[in-house]
């Protein structure tokens, strides 16, 4: 019993890693041509792979970028998650976070722009896009319960994200945690 065991488990971890394998490469192919340049067929050439292992794994389009918007997010949620569980300053980490959009994060930070944009036009998609505002309002929590303090906090992070993006030069923390900071103030009355 244990071989058949060891088969299935076997099976499931090899279908993880193809369904990874596939993941990351629509990220690459979002990076480089953006979402418009997603195919089944452009992922099964970036991956090595053949169209219908593609197909198997995601039977939909909008299943494939689901999948993909919902790696970056995941990453993002998690690290929120962390900042509002375990820092003293979560804004401090937020800030920091927010920051790695115009160096080490930027690929990934503009991964998740260009699909959470493209939920605006793919409803099976935003479910996966609202996953960082709802972190965020959830870190902005930690700070204030005035509503409309939080809707701006979260309005303003996206603001900041997308500047830097656009931008061509480091982002300054430090910069960032005094605006968001200062953004809160308003609810502390």
Same mark, same amino acid.
């Given at each position: 019993?244990?071989?058949?065991?060891?088969?299935?488990?076997?099976?499931?971890?090899?279908?993880?890693?193809?369904?990874?394998?596939?993941?990351?490469?629509?990220?690459?192919?979002?990076?480089? +041509?953006?979402?418009?340049?997603?195919?089944?067929?452009?992922?099964?050439?970036?991956?090595?792979?053949?169209?219908?292992?593609?197909?198997?794994?995601?039977? $939909?389009?909008?299943?494939?970028?689901?999948?993909?918007?919902?790696?970056?997010?995941?990453?993002?949620?998690?690290?929120?998650?962390?900042?509002?569980?375990?820092? +003293?300053?979560?804004?401090?980490?937020?800030?920091?976070?927010?920051?790695?959009?115009?160096?080490?994060?930027?690929?990934?930070?503009?991964?998740?722009?260009?699909?959470? $944009?493209?939920?605006?036009?793919?409803?099976?998609?935003?479910?996966?896009?609202?996953?960082?505002?709802?972190?965020?309002?959830?870190?902005?929590?930690?700070?204030?319960?005035?509503?409309?303090?939080?809707?701006?906090?979260?309005?303003?992070?996206?603001?900041?994200?997308?500047?830097?993006?656009? +931008?061509?030069? +480091?982002?300054?923390?430090?910069?960032?945690?005094?605006?968001?900071?200062?953004?809160?103030?308003?609810?502390?009355?």
């Amino acid at each position: 019993m244990a071989d058949e065991h060891d088969t299935a488990d076997g099976r499931k971890l090899r279908g993880q890693r193809r369904r990874a394998q596939i993941i990351e490469a629509t990220l690459t192919i979002v990076r480089r +041509d953006g979402a418009a340049g997603v195919t089944h067929r452009t992922v099964a050439k970036e991956a090595g792979i053949t169209t219908s292992l593609t197909l198997y794994y995601f039977a $939909t389009l909008d299943d494939l970028l689901v999948a993909a918007l919902t790696s970056v997010t995941d990453t993002y949620t998690r690290r929120i998650r962390r900042l509002i569980d375990t820092e +003293d300053d979560p804004l401090d980490g937020l800030a920091r976070l927010i920051a790695e959009s115009a160096g080490p994060g930027r690929e990934r930070a503009l991964a998740e722009r260009e699909l959470s $944009t493209l939920a605006a036009r793919r409803p099976a998609l935003r479910p996966a896009a609202r996953g960082w505002r709802d972190n965020v309002a959830e870190l902005a929590r930690t700070r204030t319960d005035d509503p409309d303090a939080v809707e701006a906090f979260v309005a303003l992070c996206d603001g900041l994200c997308a500047a830097i993006l656009l +931008d061509d030069h +480091d982002a300054d923390p430090d910069h960032i945690r005094a605006v968001l900071s200062k953004a809160l103030l308003g609810s502390d009355h």
